[in-house]
């Protein structure tokens, strides 16, 4: 069977020629494809111009961003730089002024060297710094050159170089270290100061304690008035602890406790005498006029201190005895009798040491005992002193004061501590007596107690009355 009429040719006119419609339409579809191509082509140049546009616009402005950072930076640097070691350098004056004020204030106070040496070690050392001639090192700064990667839109962003200051050196920060240096070594030093005055501060109150204590049934409330306000001042101080402490008012809170117990005391001191004179003179005896002597006796008792009481009593001759708080605390039924027999009671302190030898508390301490162990003993509270071996100072005397007490020497030494003679003994007090003598001997020795029988008869042979020391106009006298 012939083929179907898709199959045969097709006739053409004669001399033409005829393109089949499917390679035609393949052509125009190729032209298409070209074309949209073409365009998405286009499209993708549009794009990526636009894109580089857009990242060389951001890359100008960072680039314009960093130049006129640079350009800042090297304008104001010197500046910067010149505020900043200004600032640390004053902030580091104002640490070695406060340094030198805590050192100098702590000088006689604190003792310890351990914390005083750094504080002067880091003084010298921010005092050489601050001293140190400030210079400003100059570093470049460069802002690299860019260059745009589009061939067709070229352009250059030239590199920039600015001289920049880059600080100072001395450096701000090694000024702040010295700073904290300073500050941590005089925090330490301050802080041991505060102590040292809590710690002085302390038995100045407890001084005036013992004031109020002791003079509460001697002395008005008015006259203890403004005593008893320091004290309490003070115990506030104490009970608040050292964090508390400002070391210039404690310390002058001290001072005004040690000064108001010495003057309360010491207007006691003088009323006592001016009471004891008036009496002695009520019954007679007035060493304004009469041939006043005082026999006087230092460190017992002693068990011969008894038998010595007993010629005392057969003579009715009124004798002191300095007594040594240590035997009297052996042998308290020997001190009462003194009391007892009528004679004066006196401090001697506790274990016969040489008070300017010791520190303030180890001198309270052996006036307190003392005291203590007599009033408990006898009833009867001292007020006189004799420093063992005569030794005796300023500071001892006020710190008597305080504790209630006036110093009582000798002047006239019956060298009974040396000779141990009986005979000796007579004939030097005899030889060297006069009016007011004060005379100097030792119950511990049996040979001063076998001596004091003809010694009393000399001196009435002599009209000479025989009084307790205090009632002495010269009392006092070495």
Not at 128 to 152: A, G, I, K, M, S
Not at 347 to 372: F, K
Not at 414 to 437: C, F, L, M, N, Y
Request: hydrophobic share 40%.
């Amino acid at each position: 069977m012939p083929g179907s009429a898709e199959d045969r040719p097709v006739s053409t006119p004669a001399g033409s020629t005829s393109t089949p419609a499917p390679v035609a339409r393949r052509r125009a579809r190729w032209w298409w494809i070209v074309a949209i191509v073409v365009l998405l082509l286009g499209a993708a140049v549009v794009v990526a111009g636009l894109l580089e546009h857009r990242a060389w616009v951001r890359t100008v402005a960072e680039y314009d961003a960093e130049v006129a950072r640079v350009t800042d930076e090297a304008k104001n640097a010197r500046d910067r730089a010149e505020d900043a070691y200004a600032a640390s350098v004053d902030a580091l004056d104002e640490t070695i002024d406060d340094g030198r004020s805590v050192r100098a204030a702590s000088k006689g106070q604190v003792a310890d060297r351990g914390i005083r040496k750094p504080l002067a070690a880091a003084l010298d050392d921010a005092e050489q710094l601050r001293d140190t001639e400030v210079t400003y090192p100059v570093v470049t700064r460069t802002v690299d050159e860019v260059v745009r990667p589009n061939p067709f839109r070229p352009d250059v962003l030239p590199q920039v170089e600015h001289d920049v200051v880059g600080g100072s050196d001395p450096a701000p920060a090694d000024l702040d270290a010295a700073v904290d240096d300073v500050a941590e070594a005089s925090a330490a030093v301050a802080e041991s100061r505060r102590q040292w005055a809590l710690d002085e501060l302390a038995p100045a109150t407890a001084e005036g304690r013992d004031a109020l204590t002791d003079l509460s049934d001697q002395v008005g409330a008015r006259a203890l008035g403004p005593l008893e306000e320091a004290v309490t001042d003070a115990e506030a101080i104490l009970d608040a602890g050292t964090d508390a402490v400002d070391p210039d008012e404690t310390v002058a809170l001290r001072d005004l406790l040690l000064d108001t117990t010495e003057s309360v005391w010491a207007d006691r001191l003088a009323d006592i005498r001016t009471e004891r004179r008036q009496a002695a003179r009520a019954r007679g005896v007035d060493c304004r006029k009469d041939k006043c002597v005082a026999l006087t006796f230092d460190d017992g008792p002693v068990p011969d201190t008894e038998r010595l009481l007993r010629i005392l009593d057969r003579k009715n001759a009124p004798a002191t005895f300095f007594m040594v708080g240590d035997n009297v605390a052996a042998r308290p039924g020997i001190a009462r009798a003194v009391v007892e027999r009528g004679h004066l009671v006196a401090n001697h302190t506790w274990n016969h040491p040489q008070l300017t030898t010791l520190d303030d508390g180890e001198v309270r301490d052996e006036l307190r005992r003392t005291q203590d162990a007599i009033t408990d003993a006898t009833g009867f509270t001292p007020f006189l002193l004799r420093p063992p071996y005569g030794a005796v100072d300023g500071n001892v005397r006020t710190l008597a004061t305080r504790t209630g007490l006036d110093i009582v020497l000798w002047n006239l030494d019956s060298d009974d501590w040396g000779t141990r003679d009986p005979k000796k003994i007579r004939r030097h007090v005899r030889a060297e007596v006069q009016r007011g003598s004060n005379v100097l001997l030792h119950d511990l020795h049996p040979t001063t107690v076998d001596a004091v029988p003809k010694i009393i008869n000399d001196l009435r042979k002599e009209d000479y009355v025989l009084v307790t020391v205090d009632l002495l106009v010269a009392a006092g006298g070495s």
